[in-house]
């Protein structure tokens, strides 16, 4: 079957590529500017055509919790949230991840701190990527620019979760999930039968059958000598994520004096920057991290090399830039540019900023 074009919300693209790729499992609870994802599912009622789940639980505390004991049986599962409505669920991630169970989140970031606003931000970048909740642990994070990107995610997150038996986030914000778009959706997948599942993932916890040992998941060790182990264990795996996963856009870089940074919806904003820096007669680029964990550190740190200065433009106070000044390691300079409370920046203004911040 040949893939369908709609054009719909990037909020809506999420939950009809949910649907699609054959997920058994949504719990969530409604906030804004994300509600669109439960929202459209509860009217597609995918349990009368796919049998997946679609509960509203109550509360972000209970949607993780679900989405832990769904993920234990080896099922494809995920919930939706945005900025305090994820910091409530941080506990159960941290758990999620310890037990390494695959599972889906989706983050439609809003400004804060505190309740803070319903209009669109990028101030989560450090409860993604640093971990969010206690302990050491890593969520590979993808950062999609599109409404296209927010359905593809959908089938890339889910696999790598599978693929490494770890949670995903799709970190974005409100301006991608309001926005509307074409969007291409792929064929319908059914959903696993448990059979497949005992096969796939012979961890899950579906119960024993006749002649096999009990499959137990647990996240708690009381003797500290192994549980160095299993943190050992679980570092070794984010090593190997580093080395196998790491996705980035370049744009205009070959020439460029000087590269923007950005992700999602700021990353869009400063492609307009470039071709107004570059009208202006500046050679500017910019390259756009698409996974911010693992971040491309790799291909900054050969840029640092080539440029005379790097501008990272987010709608934050300043959080990605230091991952990028940690990439490039003093090769050279690195400056930050960002609208706080929901103000989203502007094309002319990013292009003022590189001019001031270097001189230009």
């Given at each position: ?96 991840a310890a037990g390494e169970l695959p599972c889906l989140l989706v983050n439609v970031m809003r400004g804060g701190p505190g309740l803070g606003t319903i209009q669109p931000s990028q101030a989560d970048y450090f409860q993604a990527v640093k971990g969010g909740g206690h302990g050491d642990y890593k969520l590979i994070t993808l950062a999609p620019a599109s409404v296209q990107e927010m359905a593809d995610f959908v089938t890339l997150g889910f696999d790598l979760a599978f693929k490494y038996q770890t949670p995903a986030m799709i970190l974005t914000d409100g301006v991608i999930g309001q926005m509307m778009e074409k969007v291409t959706l792929s064929p319908y997948k ?171």
């Amino acid at each position: 079957m040949s893939k369908e074009i709609f054009l719909m919300k990037g909020n809506e693209a999420i939950a009809h590529a949910a649907i699609r790729y054959g997920v058994d499992g949504y719990f969530g609870y409604p906030i804004t500017p994300q509600s669109e994802i439960m929202e459209t599912l509860m009217s597609e009622a995918p349990w009368k055509t796919t049998g997946m789940v679609v509960l509203q639980a109550e509360s972000e505390t209970a949607s993780i919790n679900m989405v832990y004991g769904g993920a234990g049986c080896g099922k494809a599962v995920m919930t939706s949230s945005s900025s305090p409505g994820m910091s409530l669920m941080m506990e159960g991630v941290s758990y999620i991840a310890a037990g390494e169970l695959p599972c889906l989140l989706v983050n439609v970031m809003r400004g804060g701190p505190g309740l803070g606003t319903i209009q669109p931000s990028q101030a989560d970048y450090f409860q993604a990527v640093k971990g969010g909740g206690h302990g050491d642990y890593k969520l590979i994070t993808l950062a999609p620019a599109s409404v296209q990107e927010m359905a593809d995610f959908v089938t890339l997150g889910f696999d790598l979760a599978f693929k490494y038996q770890t949670p995903a986030m799709i970190l974005t914000d409100g301006v991608i999930g309001q926005m509307m778009e074409k969007v291409t959706l792929s064929p319908y997948k059914r959903r696993r039968t448990d059979a497949e599942i005992r096969e796939q993932c012979p961890w899950a916890t579906l119960g024993k059958p006749k002649g096999n040992k009990p499959n137990v998941i647990t996240t708690l060790e009381l003797d500290s000598h192994k549980m160095e182990i299993i943190n050992l264990r679980l570092q070794a795996k984010y090593k190997k994520i580093e080395k196998e996963v790491c996705l980035y856009q370049e744009v205009n870089c070959e020439d460029a004096d000087y590269i923007l940074v950005a992700f999602g919806s700021a990353a869009r904003i400063c492609q307009k920057a470039v071709e107004l820096s570059r009208s202006k007669g500046i050679k500017v680029g910019l390259i756009r991290p698409i996974t911010l964990w693992p971040f491309p550190s790799d291909i900054l740190n050969q840029y640092a090399s080539k440029t005379k200065g790097m501008l990272t433009v987010e709608m934050n106070a300043g959080q990605m830039v230091e991952d990028v000044r940690l990439a490039v390691n003093g090769k050279v300079k690195v400056e930050h540019f960002g609208r706080l409370g929901g103000i989203v920046p502007t094309p002319s203004e990013v292009v003022d900023a590189l001019e001031i911040k270097f001189g230009l």
